[in-house]
């Protein structure tokens, strides 16, 4: 093709997904919406296609990649078990976002785990996703679609700014609707733990399970590869509870800084210099429009985000962790 720096972006179509998976079956590189962010997708049995994802990112090649699959019974060709629990998760969760680490089963290449005896799996709940992995069959390893250490992408025009001709084809289904990456459960036998919490939580999987959970989800990076940077704009991103973020504005404003502010509902007598933007309205929707307004904040050439985080319930941890990672990454 011919080197313009943008890749070719095509709105869905049953032309756009036939060629979409011709370019998996070819050993390219497709980027794809799915419920959560944008992934970076090629053929997970072809490790020259796997080794493109990590090139085109500017990843490190020891971190694991997920397997996406169009379904359950797939799934289980990729894992070397899949015992009674990741049954029962499969059946509540999938398609949808939660991710399962399960023992790898002999068609799962090195270059997809980093040589791990593990792999996470995944059955995503978009119809672009869902129509593709349909049509190519196989499975497809893919990661956020975001250069290594900025925020995913949510819509297919992040993929093309952070990416550009370094994905083959990017498939346009329009914004994703929950907006943070998936929940990652490892399961080791009877022993569960979240890896990364997202829109499933760890109460979620213990009610479905029966089985304790151990979180971890703003400890140490439990899943190689999720540094705080993953979750920072270039601006510092500052946490304040609701009562204290306006004086904190005020203050980072008093400083010289340009601040932007991210909450549900704008805190009332915001200093005037402050760069509000739109409240969010519930934590749902924080979680839905989080990374766009990450990028905003760069955007609008704030050095400063002001964020109040949603209260520690369902979606609103998810939010709460990479708000905080966010935060400790400057
Ligand atoms: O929502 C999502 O999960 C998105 C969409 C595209 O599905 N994907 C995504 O991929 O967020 P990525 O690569 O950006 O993050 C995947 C995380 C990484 O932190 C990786 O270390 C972890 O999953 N992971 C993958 N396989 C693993 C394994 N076998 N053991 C432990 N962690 C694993
Ligand atoms: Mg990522």
């Not at 500052?238 to 010289?256: D, H, I, S």
Request: aromatic content about 4%; hydrophobic content about 50%; overall charge neutral.
């Amino acid at each position: 093709s011919v080197a313009t720096g943008r890749p070719s972006v095509l709105a869905v179509s049953e032309e756009a997904l036939e060629r979409a998976a011709r370019v998996l079956r070819g050993g390219g590189l497709v980027a794809f919406p799915t419920e959560t962010v944008y992934g970076l997708g090629a053929d997970a049995a072809n490790p020259s296609a796997v080794a493109r994802i990590f090139a085109a990112k500017g990843r490190p090649a020891d971190h694991p990649l997920i397997v996406h699959v169009a379904s359950a019974a797939t799934a289980r060709d990729w894992a070397a078990s899949f015992p009674e629990s990741a049954r029962a998760l499969a059946d509540a969760f999938w398609p949808g976002p939660l991710t399962m680490v399960l023992p790898r089963s002999e068609r799962v290449p090195d270059a997809v785990t980093g040589g791990r005896p593990t792999v996470g799996l995944r059955v995503p709940d978009q119809p672009v996703a869902r129509a593709l992995l349909e049509r190519f069959g196989g499975g497809v390893a893919a990661p956020s679609a975001n250069r290594f250490g900025r925020v995913s992408p949510t819509t297919a025009a992040h993929v093309a700014a952070d990416l550009g001709e370094r994905v083959d084809l990017v498939v346009d289904g329009g914004p994703c609707a929950v907006g943070v990456e998936s929940t990652i459960v490892e399961i080791d036998g009877d022993r569960l733990a979240v890896l990364r919490t997202g829109a499933v939580t760890a109460d979620d999987i213990a009610a479905v399970t029966g089985l304790p959970v151990a979180a971890t989800p703003t400890g140490p990076a439990r899943a190689p590869g999720m540094l705080a940077a993953h979750y920072a704009p270039r601006a510092r991103v500052v946490l304040a509870e609701a009562p204290e973020a306006a004086e904190t504005v005020a203050r980072w404003v008093e400083k010289g800084h340009q601040v932007a502010v991210l909450a549900e509902v704008l805190p009332a007598d915001l200093p005037g210099e402050a760069l509000p933007l739109a409240a969010v309205g519930s934590a749902r929707d924080y979680a839905r429009v989080l990374y766009q307004r990450l990028r905003d904040v760069d955007a609008a050439g704030a050095d400063v985000v002001v964020a109040v985080p949603p209260a520690p319930v369902g979606i609103g941890l998810a939010v709460r962790d990479r708000l905080l990672r966010a935060s400790r990454s400057h």
